[in-house]
């Protein structure tokens, strides 16, 4: 038997909240979406949205428009609620569930009986349980799952989201989901809702079993990126070329190595192996070694440019890309700006900031005098170094000759075609330039 649901809230307008909220009030539900910025909700209801997306710009603006979306600072009583806050670690790595607390306690006077309620954002194993504990103490009149073997007044799920940054708005009707109720029943109720717009497979387990294969989905993608970064690292000191390694060992029918890079960002892959690790620190050694690999690679790129600077009089470093990871806008733990933040700290010379995707520099770089923002052409035309810190697109199509005579630093392999073409162009940087 599948539920029917005529109204729905999104708590968090986020990367994941306002996709998910913009894609079923498309299928004809009425969504209400809850977020705490005032200036968010103001943009949402004239149809414009904050952040960047692919097609995510029109789909809101038609929900708008059609009346079947609508954003609002206050909650109000819906049949279910769909949970999509941020769930950030805290200084000792300990994950912070500030915020999935805070909308369980937003929430919990509009509740009314029958309704749904369940968390998408990823979180340690327990959490939904523990989130049904915040609304039942906030409700004492309402029976929650974990409270009764009968039928509940409310019924609450875990559901991850497992969509990527750039291809959202395909990944959230495409992907299969794993839902995990406090009870069958509730995972049943959670699949009616999702039934609206996913056509992937819905699949049903527990809460704690949901909320581990979320986790256990990034923990390997950073396992694998951190053997990719491993092996940059051991071929730099080999001599070998660790892109065209990769493309040959790729070659076995069961190897598929990822591609190193700058280091891992975003707000996930580079956080949710910690919920695991800070769940079971006497075990996750792989997973510890991971994190450790991958945040030591921003500092071994700043290595690479602080010696490629010391053979210049007046370096000047192209710093190309900002965002965590190609074609998006998102700065979020982004290993980029880190490194462009790390460059400027230490006074290496003139820094020539290239980010297509935002409008301004973040906070951290935008008044130091060192650093200016500028377009791709005037960067490559003023800098001796150059510096490929993300794969955006609009970086691709770089002439052969534009790189000519300047030290060259891609993380991202992005012109590696180049280096065989055009010898004037140093493509790492030797190592006795470190050894100085
Ligand atoms: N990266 C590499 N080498 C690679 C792949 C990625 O260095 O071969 C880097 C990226 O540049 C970036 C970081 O890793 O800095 C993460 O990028 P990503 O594309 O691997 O992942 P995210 O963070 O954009 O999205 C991930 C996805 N999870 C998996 O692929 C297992 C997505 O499906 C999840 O929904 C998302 O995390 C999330 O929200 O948890």
Redesign the pocket.
């Known amino acids: 038997m599948e539920y029917q649901f005529d109204r729905v809230s999104v708590i968090g307008l986020g990367y994941i909240g306002l996709p998910t909220a913009a894609v079923i009030a498309n299928r004809g539900v009425d969504v209400i979406g809850i977020d705490v910025n005032a200036a968010v909700v103001d943009q949402l209801n004239k149809g414009d949205i904050h952040i960047v997306e692919p097609g995510l710009d029109v789909l809101v603006r038609g929900a708008v428009h059609s009346g079947k979306f609508r954003a609002s600072l206050t909650p109000e009583p819906a049949q279910a609620f769909l949970v999509a806050v941020p769930t950030p670690f805290k200084d000792d790595y300990q994950p912070d569930l500030a915020y999935v607390e805070a909308a369980a306690k937003s929430i919990a006077p509009v509740l009314r009986k029958g309704a749904l309620v369940i968390l998408e954002s ?1 979180s340690p194993v327990g959490t939904t349980l523990e989130m049904a504990a915040w609304l039942s103490a906030a409700r004492p009149d309402l029976v929650f799952p974990h409270q009764t073997d009968g039928t509940p007044d409310v019924f609450i799920a875990y559901c991850p ?5 750039g291809q959202v708005l395909r990944e959230l009707v495409e992907n299969d989901r794993v839902i995990g109720g406090i009870t069958p029943e509730c995972a049943k109720r959670a699949r009616s809702l999702y039934k609206i717009f996913v056509q992937g497979e819905c699949v049903l387990t527990d809460s704690r079993t949901a909320e581990m294969t979320k986790l256990t ?2 923990a ?2 950073d396992v694998n ?1 951190a053997f ?1 970064n491993e092996l940059s690292l051991v071929c730099e000191k080999l001599g070998i070329d660790v892109w065209e390694l990769i493309a040959l060992a790729n070659r076995h029918p069961r190897v598929n190595i ?4 700058p280091g ?3 707000h ?2 580079a956080v ?1 192996p910690w919920f695991i690790i800070s769940s079971a620190p006497d075990t996750a050694h792989l997973m510890r070694t991971a994190r450790q690999v991958n945040d030591g690679k921003p500092g071994w790129v700043v290595d690479r440019v602080r010696a490629a600077a010391m053979d210049m009089k007046h370096p000047r470093v192209a710093c190309l890309g900002l965002s ?2 190609a074609n998006i806008d998102d700065l979020r733990e982004s ?1 980029a700006l880190h490194i462009v933040e790390d460059l400027a700290q230490r006074g290496l010379g003139e820094l020539l900031v290239v980010e297509p995707h935002v409008d301004v520099l973040p906070r951290s770089l935008r008044d130091l005098p060192q650093v200016s923002f500028v377009g791709l052409q005037e960067a490559l035309s003023e800098a001796n170094i150059v510096v490929c810190l993300v794969d955006h697109d609009q970086f691709k199509d770089v002439e052969p000759a534009q790189l000519d005579g300047k030290v060259v630093i891609d993380t991202r392999g992005l012109w590696r075609h180049l280096a065989a073409s055009q010898p004037g162009a140093t493509v790492m940087v030797p190592d006795r330039a470190l050894a100085r």
């Open positions: 990823t989201e497992r969509v990527l940054p989905e990034n390997f993608r990126i990719a990822l591609k190193p890079g891992v960002g975003g996930c892959i949710d965590f990871k290993p």
